[in-house]
């Protein structure tokens, strides 16, 4: 009989993907609204949080534009092909769970690429949680949020639906930008969403 439960979605399915891989999520470089918004955006340097980051291309973007960041995953194969290619940034990047880290400082602005979408539903609110905690008044959350009143599956990505990011973040955080996607990778195609929110 054909199983229908969900994958234990964990260090080890993320590990297999990354080792064979299977990354239909991997843009292979810095996203163009990225670049577009940190090139106008802060005229002093920032303290950048990156949880989830996976291949952590945007690292070295935002460290050559004069910004401190600190990216973390908690797959030790993302944690070395992110090393591999990042060169001398490549201490930026830590191994580690973002929802127990101890960081003893927050951050200017969380950077978003895929992270919630591939959380099981289940740990959105532990999500939610660590953007409260690790952004000060008028920090920002800037990426990408992917959604979609549609889509189904058990395996990432899990998307937000419409108007859910607003349910979740409201009235904490005000909407600064919003604008669709045009060049996602085929998985996100139509669903992602650039946003960035600040928080009051």
């Given at each position: 009989?054909?199983?229908?439960?969900?994958?234990?979605?964990?260090?080890q399915f993320w590990d297999d993907?990354?080792?064979?891989?299977?990354?239909?999520?991997?843009?292979?470089?810095?996203?163009?609204?990225?670049?577009?918004?940190?090139?106008?955006?802060?005229?002093?340097?920032?303290?950048?949080?990156?949880?989830?980051?996976?291949?952590?291309?945007?690292?070295?973007?935002?460290?050559?534009?004069?910004?401190?960041?600190?990216?973390?995953?908690?797959?030790?194969?993302?944690?070395?092909?992110?090393?591999?290619?990042?060169?001398?940034?490549?201490?930026?990047?830590?191994?580690?769970?973002?929802?127990?880290?101890?960081?003893?400082?927050?951050?200017?602005?969380?950077?978003?690429?895929?992270?919630?979408a591939a959380l099981p539903r289940?740990?959105?609110?532990?999500?939610?949680?660590?953007?409260?905690?690790?952004?000060?008044?008028?920090?920002?959350?800037?990426?990408?949020?992917?959604?979609?009143?549609?889509?189904?599956?058990?395996?990432?990505?899990?998307?937000?639906?419409?108007?859910?990011?607003?349910?979740?973040?409201?009235?904490?955080?005000?909407?600064?930008?919003?604008?669709?996607?045009n060049d996602s990778v085929e998985?996100?195609?139509?669903?992602?969403?650039?946003?960035?929110?600040?928080?009051?």
């Open positions: 009989m054909k199983t229908t439960d969900s994958p234990i979605i964990n260090q993907l990354f080792v064979s891989g299977r990354m239909p999520w991997d843009c292979s470089k810095v996203p163009q609204e990225l670049k577009n918004y940190l090139n106008g955006s802060f005229n002093v340097p920032q303290s950048v949080f990156i949880p989830g980051c996976g291949a952590a291309y945007e690292v070295s973007h935002f460290v050559e534009l004069g910004h401190d960041v600190i990216a973390m995953d908690y797959s030790a194969e993302a944690v070395n092909l992110a090393k591999s290619q990042l060169g001398q940034y490549q201490d930026k990047v830590m191994l580690g769970d973002v929802f127990r880290a101890d960081f003893s400082r927050a951050f200017d602005v969380i950077y978003e690429r895929a992270f919630l289940g740990k959105w609110d532990d999500y939610f949680a660590m953007i409260e905690r690790l952004l000060p008044s008028n920090g920002l959350l800037v990426g990408y949020f992917v959604i979609s009143d549609d889509y189904r599956s058990r395996f990432p990505p899990f998307c937000l639906r419409s108007g859910e990011i607003e349910q979740r973040l409201e009235p904490s955080f005000v909407l600064i930008e919003s604008s669709p996607v998985v996100f195609k139509g669903k992602e969403q650039w946003m960035v929110w600040q928080k009051t």
